[in-house]
């Protein structure tokens, strides 16, 4: 039988880990990203799909682009922020389904079928990209994932000339305790469970 996790890093992940807004100096490294890959690829999705494309705003530049198709108040945390990535989905994913699912025909499920891949590329996409947050707190960074942005422009101005679309956002780095409020609520288990 599996073993618990211990307090630290349940904490790490989930208890005390926040959405900042805010980050400090220390720089976050293309090792430190190829880290958080090589960590939160492992992460189950539906027949092994690996939807998710990221382009990490590394760069001023970059940020700044980006920054553009962002309200008004998530630009500035974009154009601030260490790393700012671009979670975004394949909409043909599963032309690597004969590698990534190689026992059966997995490909084949998906030809033809547009609301099917719409469907698989955004829920998939979307549960890697919370193996993405947990993947960076469990190394020692903060996340700060948003929406808060145009999408097609976005998508228009990062993803041109390929099938990718954005999904959503989210800067990196190490976390500036001042850039967050008090701890907000969540739902209790007898508010939304069922036992059936």
């Known amino acids: 039988m599996a073993v618990s996790l211990s307090d630290e890093a349940l904490d790490r ?43 990490w705003c590394v760069s001023q530049d970059a940020k700044d682009k980006l920054a553009e198709y962002c309200s008004g108040q998530n630009a500035p945390k974009v154009r601030k ?30 030809l033809g079928n547009d609301g099917l891949i719409q469907e698989s590329a955004f829920r998939n996409s979307t549960l890697q990209g919370a ?22 422009k976005v998508t228009e101005a990062f993803f041109a000339g390929t099938t ?12 500036d305790p001042a850039s967050i409020q008090a701890r907000l609520p969540r739902l209790d288990f007898e508010e939304v469970n069922q036992l059936l």
């Open 81 to 110: 922020a260490p790393v700012t990535a671009i979670l975004a989905m394949d909409m043909e994913f599963y032309e690597h389904l004969p590698r990534l699912f190689p026992h059966t025909d997995a490909r084949a499920w998906f």
């Open 164 to 175: 990718y679309k954005a999904n959503f956002i989210s800067t990196l780095g190490y976390g």
């Open 131 to 152: 193996y993405f947050i947990i993947a960076a707190r469990m190394l020692g960074f903060d996340t700060g994932p948003m929406s808060g942005f145009d999408t097609h």
């Open 13 to 55: 992940a989930f208890r005390t880990a926040r959405t900042y807004n805010g980050y400090t100096d220390e720089p976050v490294t293309e090792a430190d990203l190829r880290a958080i890959w090589d960590l939160m690829k492992w992460g189950p999705t539906s027949a092994n799909q690996e939807p998710l494309r990221i382009a």
